[in-house]
């Protein structure tokens, strides 16, 4: 069994924001893959489903970005998992928009999301990087976060969600070189 989250911050104003690529990440694995129904626990938001042979379970922390941590070591404990069956996936400004990358560990980058997660479990869990692009300045970093995709970019935003859940299969498995690569390959079509 693995545990995927997906970071963002709860409600209507931000569905669309950049610093919510997690949540829209898991909302398509969920469509694609067709999960079960939503289910509100461990403070936020549970789906079960299969991704090939792996049982997976989506969940999107219901708390603010900076609580993440909270939600995910609460679906841990009670599923007696260990972090190596846990992947979250967020937004990234050092990565190209529409990029991704996956990592095992390392530093957190200013995150939040991710250092309440590192706070409540340590650094060694998988990520998946999801490029946003950096705005070029620093004091343009959070309005750029937290602003919504342009109409301009919403058909390679569809495109990305869509490889990611398309390729999924391949994370279920462990394969991240041939995730990155699969996703990589259907985005320059």
């Known amino acids: 069994m693995q545990l995927w ?15 919510n690529i997690g949540f829209m990440a898991l909302d398509t694995i969920a469509e694609v893959h067709g999960f079960g129904p939503v289910q509100k626990k461990f403070s936020g938001w549970l789906q079960e489903g299969r991704i090939g042979s792996q049982k997976i379970l989506l969940l999107k922390p219901g708390t603010f970005m900076n609580e993440s941590g909270r939600a995910v070591s609460e679906a841990m404990r009670f ?16 990565l190209a928009p529409f990029k991704v990358k996956v990592r095992m560990g390392g530093g957190l980058a200013g995150h939040n999301g991710l250092r309440s997660i590192n706070q409540h479990l340590g650094p060694d869990f998988r990520r998946i990087r999801i490029g946003i692009g950096h705005p070029g300045s620093k004091d343009r970093v959070t309005g750029h976060v937290l602003g919504n995709y342009a109409k ?38």
């Open 5 to 19: 989250v997906g970071l963002g911050n709860p409600g209507a104003k931000y569905a669309l924001n950049r610093h």
């Open 152 to 189: 301009a970019e919403m058909d390679d935003l569809v495109a990305m969600l869509g490889a990611m859940a398309a390729e999924a299969e391949w994370l279920a498995k462990g394969d991240d070189a041939r995730f990155m690569n699969d996703v990589a390959l259907r985005l320059q079509g």
């Open 79 to 94: 599923y007696k998992l260990d972090t190596d069956a846990l992947t979250v996936f967020h937004d990234e400004l050092d």
